[in-house]
């Protein structure tokens, strides 16, 4: 049990729609990171948030986009949705100074 | 640019065959590396975290060692329930935050 959850699980969305993926992490751990993973491979960072603000991003457009809300939950949002959006959307959350990265079940999202 | 690089990309064993997996990094600054494994499906799940060479850390049948260029993930009479695909990745310091950059996994297969 990682105390990380990601809600949905499963989602469809059609290309041009927006999408909104929703996680909760564990107490204490506030700072959380968003990362996609495509069928094959390893999961590639999108941004990270720590305290409320996001303080690092990788090679992602701006139409993905997050928030952290003072409970230390987060979203990710893409809008204008392509067809290679489709992927594992996985939140992670780990404690200040800690060595220890939690991964949630991740979100599949399929783009049609 | 940081990288990692896992080898073989695929691996089939009969049970009790041990055998290791090899991660290959290049990476300017390492912060720690992590090893997961993920299930179909799933989320990664969180087995180590290396930060020095010599470090040695066990867990059941696994064990990772690291070097300053590599870490290897040693499976000792492996089990069908071992089955899975096994992440390696590098903390990495990047425009103000830590992320992690990994490698495309070993799928590992254990066989009755």
């Known amino acids: 049990e990682t105390g990380v959850t990601q809600s949905p699980t499963h989602l469809i969305k059609t290309r041009g729609q927006q999408v909104t993926l929703r996680c909760s992490s564990q107490?204490?751990?506030?700072?959380v990171s968003w990362y996609q993973q495509a069928l094959g491979q390893g999961p590639q960072f999108i941004f990270q948030?720590?305290?409320?603000?996001?303080?690092g991003r990788g090679n992602f457009p701006p139409r993905f986009s997050g928030l952290q809300f003072p409970n230390y939950s987060s979203e990710l949002n893409v809008n204008a949705l392509e067809l290679d959006d489709s992927a594992l959307y996985l939140c992670a959350s780990s404690p200040v100074g800690g060595d220890t990265i939690y991964f949630g079940e991740g979100s599949w999202l399929t783009v049609v | 640019e940081d990288q990692v690089t896992q080898s073989p990309e695929a691996l089939r064993l009969q049970e009790g065959e041990s055998s290791s997996l090899n991660c290959s990094y290049t990476v300017s600054g390492l912060r720690g590396l992590f090893w997961y494994r993920q299930d179909p499906g799933k989320g990664p799940e969180f087995l180590f975290t290396l930060y020095s060479a010599g470090e040695e850390k066990e867990k059941e049948r696994l064990k990772a060692t690291l070097t300053k260029k590599e870490s290897f993930l040693h499976i000792t009479a492996p089990k069908p329930e071992d089955s899975a695909t096994y992440l390696c990745a590098v903390q990495a310091w990047t425009g103000g935050s830590e992320k992690l950059v990994f490698g495309k996994g070993t799928k590992l297969t254990v066989n009755p």
């Open positions: 107490s204490g751990h506030n700072t």
């Open positions: 948030y720590y305290r409320e603000e996001e303080n």
